[in-house]
């Protein structure tokens, strides 16, 4: 694995001197469009809105839209003005318990590596965060760009999470959710909590697979094999209704449903007795 930024950690007087690894890869499947005639690919060309010309890439500047059809240039002065030096520091801020912050902020993580002379002081960061559940507040620069993240311990490692800032998040009083008014009664909620019950299991993030990306590449390993030639259609199971339902009816079958493979899974991993 490459590293993608080499600094250091930065709070108090502390300096820890580290590497920055990406956490999460996404293999997603990559298409080109091609022109169906004779199967060429087709490339995407530059075109002004005004007269549907061409346009070179040196005749290009980027704009900001202020009102409608209004720009301002923007060149690469302007953009110097405000770009921030890159000191290469994930430089925290502040510790907060990680109980106060909301999941949805977090949203990128990368692993962080001791680098020579920086084990100690990395370990001791570790196992303060572990040991407070707090979280290290800090904004670094990645690319010339500021990000806020937050420092936090994971097993041996020390994570950096990117956060997005305040602003970012849309407001979610704005959305037309039901309130406690439509709460469910007793008998539901003791019906849905049962079931919850039923279901519960173990974290095991391998039994989760993308079954989209999985169905996708066997169309695709079906049609080469087919010369790409169109495959047969298969019947499709009947999707659930989205009408109103009858929720205390739907709960019931549904415990029923999870119990019979809460069983039917005890009965598999049962030992089996060996012969006399």
Do not use: C
Not at 167 to 186: M, R, T
Request: charged share 35%; aromatic share 8%; proline share 5%.
């Amino acid at each position: 694995m490459r590293a993608i930024w080499k600094g250091s950690i930065s709070f108090g007087l502390v300096n820890i001197p580290i590497a920055l690894y990406p956490a999460t890869r996404r293999e997603d499947l990559k298409f080109r469009l091609l022109r169906e005639s004779d199967l060429s690919p087709v490339n995407y060309k530059r075109v002004a809105e005004k007269d549907g010309k061409e346009v070179p890439w040196n005749k290009i500047v980027k704009g900001y839209e202020y009102e409608k059809g209004k720009f301002v240039v923007l060149s690469e002065k302007d953009f110097q003005r405000v770009d921030l030096e890159a000191t290469q520091t994930v430089d925290i801020q502040d510790f907060v318990d990680i109980e106060e912050i909301d999941p949805m902020y977090f949203y990128k993580p990368y692993y962080l590596e001791p680098q020579k002379g920086g084990d100690k002081a990395y370990v001791l960061l570790r196992e303060t965060l572990a040991k407070t559940k707090k979280v290290g507040i800090a904004k670094v620069i990645i690319k010339t760009r500021q990000y806020l993240a937050g420092l936090k311990p994971l097993k041996h490692a020390l994570v950096l999470e990117l956060m997005h800032f305040a602003e970012e998040l849309a407001d979610a009083e704005k959305l037309n959710v039901p309130k406690k008014s439509s709460a469910p009664g007793k008998r539901e909620l003791k019906m849905a909590n049962a079931l919850v019950e039923s279901m519960s299991a173990e974290w095991d993030p391998k039994k989760y697979k993308d079954d989209y990306r999985d169905a996708l590449m066997e169309v695709i390993e079906e049609k080469v094999e087919l010369g790409g030639k169109e495959i047969e259609e298969k019947a499709k199971p009947k999707k659930p209704s989205a009408k109103v339902i009858d929720l205390v009816a739907v709960l019931q079958e549904s415990l029923a449903q999870a119990e019979g493979e809460g069983k039917k899974k005890r009965k598999t991993k049962a030992p089996t007795r060996r012969a006399a």
